[in-house]
């Protein structure tokens, strides 16, 4: 299911119509990246020869074919992540702008190694747009894909909260004297994408494979993979790569998330649930708890977030002051 030729014409080719369960896709830049390691004084000696760039006024054009071609294979609900640096970003989003895919998410992924500049800001991040085809209420969102409900970080907050806010710090991958490609995704950050917005035997494309990154994390962690690469050198040699994957081989790696225990979360709250709560909340008021220890208490007994319990304990502290007030007179 790999291809080494054009993504827009391969796709035509070979991938029906809502096929794809999740797109993953770090297209070229069309900043000259094929000759970045002299500008930059880079060593690239171990870097595989033959990197397809995209002109600037050729990248409106290409942009659109893609993205067009990406909207058609993905199965209705489906998911695409598109990696972009800043330069060409507007030509990404109004690409997207003429599909019928909704954005969900605009994240940050800030890493290390940022380019060392003097005379303007060091660039340290990328654009992640994650979009969903239609209809998207039916979309593969694993909330608890890493962190169940109730776990805490390490300041004391929501760990699952923290961990789907919408900047990413995650570092590249430093890897000397190793063949590699010219721009490759961390494993870390493929598989935070892969494991949030797709399920065992789903099938992850990627329509510019470089260096098969997004195909090994994805078959490692139990699903199918599909792609194009056009160049012959990258291609030919990730292909042999890829004869060392095995299918799952990451899924003893990831750590194992317990059990959700706020069960209740996100259900309607009944008249008599909220009674309950508020006369709960008197109960611990008069035994002197404070308010954040009351929701957490709550929060547990109730199987509901702490914000639903919290709206709920507002009102209900603002009736005690105002009894309070009417005291002192």
Not at 130 to 152: G, H, I, L, M, R
Not at 228 to 246: G, H, L, S, T, V
Not at 278 to 287: D, P, Q
């Amino acid at each position: 299911m790999f291809y080494n030729e054009d993504c827009i014409l391969g796709a035509k080719k070979y991938l029906k119509d809502n096929s794809v369960d999740l797109i993953i896709s770090d297209p070229p830049y069309g900043i000259g990246g094929d000759k970045l390691d002299k500008h930059y004084n880079r060593d690239e000696s171990n870097v595989i020869d033959g990197y397809v760039e995209v002109t600037e006024n050729e990248y409106p054009e290409f942009t659109m074919q893609w993205i067009k071609e990406a909207e058609r294979v993905l199965k209705p609900s489906g998911s695409i992540y598109i990696v972009s640096g800043y330069s060409n970003l507007r030509h990404i989003l109004n690409a997207l702008a003429n599909t019928k895919l909704q954005g969900k998410n605009h994240i940050i992924w800030k890493y290390n190694f940022g380019v060392y500049t003097s005379k303007k800001y060091i660039s340290s991040h990328y654009h992640i747009l994650y979009y969903v085809k239609p209809p998207c209420n039916q979309a593969t969102f694993n909330t608890n894909a890493f962190f169940a409900d109730s776990e805490k970080a390490e300041n004391g907050g929501s760990a699952n909260y923290l961990d789907r806010e919408d900047v990413w710090i995650i570092n590249r991958e430093y890897k000397p004297n190793q063949i590699k490609n010219k721009n490759e995704l961390p494993k870390t950050l493929l598989t935070k994408m892969i494991l949030y917005s797709s399920n065992p035997n789903d099938i992850v494309c990627d329509l510019f494979l470089g260096s098969f990154s997004t195909a090994k994390v994805a078959i490692g962690l139990g699903r199918k993979s599909c792609g194009f690469e056009i160049n012959k050198n990258a291609f030919d040699y990730q292909m042999q790569e890829m004869e060392k994957i095995k299918s799952g081989e990451m899924l003893s790696e990831l750590r194992q998330v317990p059990e959700n225990k706020l069960i209740n979360k996100g259900k309607p709250l009944s008249k008599e649930e909220i009674e309950i709560i508020k006369n709960k909340f008197t109960h611990y008021f008069r035994k002197g708890y404070t308010k954040k220890r009351t929701i957490e208490t709550l929060s547990k007994e109730q199987g509901r977030g702490y914000f639903s319990i919290l709206n709920i304990v507002d009102k209900q502290e603002f009736k005690h002051n105002k009894i309070a007030e009417r005291s002192l007179f």
